[in-house]
């Protein structure tokens, strides 16, 4: 039974996009081997755009692509064996032969790979590199220019992250309920991570930024479908709530705007919404943690119609738990700048200075934000000798930028 080509093209290339992932995830389960899976992979795709537009398509698409990659490797191996020694292969292929799939298996191996790619054993690089590349579908030339490094490096690490799973034998599993709150923080962070990488990066272009916090929302969608856990929900809603304010967070000239000065007829009402939702969600379950506490931070400034209508208060109550949950110098000095808006200036300058003199010297945040509480309170040298500490510290051109502007403003005054 013959099929138009030309649709089958277009079927492939859909299934492609939307299931790819999960018939690589099988397979390297069924395979053990990372590269072994991705050139069964597009070999079984190869043999459907043959087959399918002569023979029709199969009842069950995905199905038929694990198994005609699962057959391509073996037979490719038989092929190895001819030149090698057979006893270099015939464990693989025995276990290769053998293999059973069932369902509940298939279905769990979007998340055995998850977790495998952001191991601990891994380093941050190799475990971003690894995801972006085998969860994402990332090339590395994506990868590397949203890295801003070269795709030899990005390969590079792709490589060592492969083989060191292979020569550790690390395992290609879910872990247990025991193991699971560590390991699922570590999958967290690198998901986090991503996003951020997107969201605050001021290097690179504004499209391969939006693309990297797009892949870290859609890998954060996946693992709340694979693994409800309330602190997946608080993640996803923390990168939806900060994800609204995109259009807005930054000026023409690509300079950091003050949340307080954001255009928000400029944010979207549909992130803010479901990420209110999944806030809800997971407080509710009381499971909760530090991706919860955040996502609610960025709801109640979400909620609010302009700046002065925001509930500082209860900010101030989040970011308290916050710190009970997980204490950090920057975690205080962002305590600090809310309680400025509740008991006023003076009470959060002291905080902030002790913070910026001691655990926070280096970092321009904090001496960005001890110059506007001098503003503030009318301590003009003082802010001006902050905000000149602060654009030593800065890095960025974007944040320097946006310093050298609140400089000139307060030099004009």
């Known amino acids: 039974m013959s099929t138009d080509s030309s649709a089958i093209r277009q079927t492939l290339a859909t299934l492609y996009r939307d299931e ?60 190895q064996a001819r030149f090698d020694s057979l006893e270099h292969h015939a464990e693989q292929l025995a276990a290769l032969t053998s293999a059973e799939r069932d369902d509940d298996s ?6 055995r790979l998850i977790f495998t790619c952001c191991h ?33 490096t990005v390969a590079q690490r792709i490589v060592r992250a492969k083989n060191k799973i292979r020569d550790a034998g690390i395992p290609y599993e879910v872990p247990s309920r025991s193991e699971l709150p560590e390991r699922l ?82 944010w979207l009402r549909e992130l803010i919404s479901e990420g209110d939702e999944l806030v809800l969600q997971a407080l509710r379950s009381r499971q909760f ?36 949950a997980a204490p950090s110098p920057v975690v205080a000095l962002n305590r600090a700048v ?3 808006m509740v008991e006023g200036p003076q009470v959060a300058l002291e905080l902030v200075q002790a913070l910026a003199s001691d655990e ?14 001098h503003r503030r309170l009318g301590q003009k040298p003082a802010a001006i000798a902050a905000y000149q500490r602060a654009l030593a510290l800065a890095q960025q051109g974007p944040d320097r930028q946006f310093l050298e502007g609140c400089l000139g403003e307060l030099n004009r005054q």
């Open 360 to 373: 926070l010297a280096d970092y321009h945040l904090a001496h960005a934000a001890q110059a506007d509480l």
């Open 185 to 266: 923080e570590a999958v967290l962070r690198v998901v986090y991570l991503v996003f951020n990488e997107g969201y605050f990066a001021s290097s690179g272009d504004s499209l391969t930024r939006s693309h990297l916090s797009s892949e870290a929302i859609r890998l954060g969608r996946l693992l709340l479908e694979l693994l409800p856990e309330a602190e997946v929900m608080g993640l996803l809603a923390l990168m939806l709530l900060n994800e609204s304010r995109r259009p807005a967070r930054l000026s023409a000239s690509g300079e950091p705007v003050r949340l307080s000065d954001q255009d928000r007829s400029l």
């Open 20 to 79: 790819s992932r999960r018939v690589l995830a099988t397979l390297i389960r069924l395979l053990g081997d990372f590269d072994l899976a991705e050139e069964a992979l597009h070999e079984a795709f190869r043999v459907a755009m043959e087959q399918w537009p002569r023979d029709g398509m199969p009842a069950n698409p995905r199905a038929w692509l694990v198994s005609a990659g699962r057959f391509k490797a073996i037979d490719n191996l038989r092929r």
């Open 289 to 324: 943690g530090v991706y919860t506490l955040q996502a609610a931070i960025a709801a109640v400034h979400a909620e609010a119609a302009h700046s002065d209508a925001t509930d500082w208060e209860q900010i101030v109550g989040l970011y308290g738990a916050l710190m009970q």
């Open 120 to 152: 601990p054993a891994l380093g941050a690089d190799a475990q971003v590199a690894l995801t972006l590349r085998e969860i994402c579908d990332l090339s590395t030339e994506d990868i590397a220019r949203a890295f801003l490094t070269t795709p030899s």
């Open 106 to 111: 298939v279905e769990d191996d979007r998340l």
């Open 338 to 340: 809310a309680l400025a």
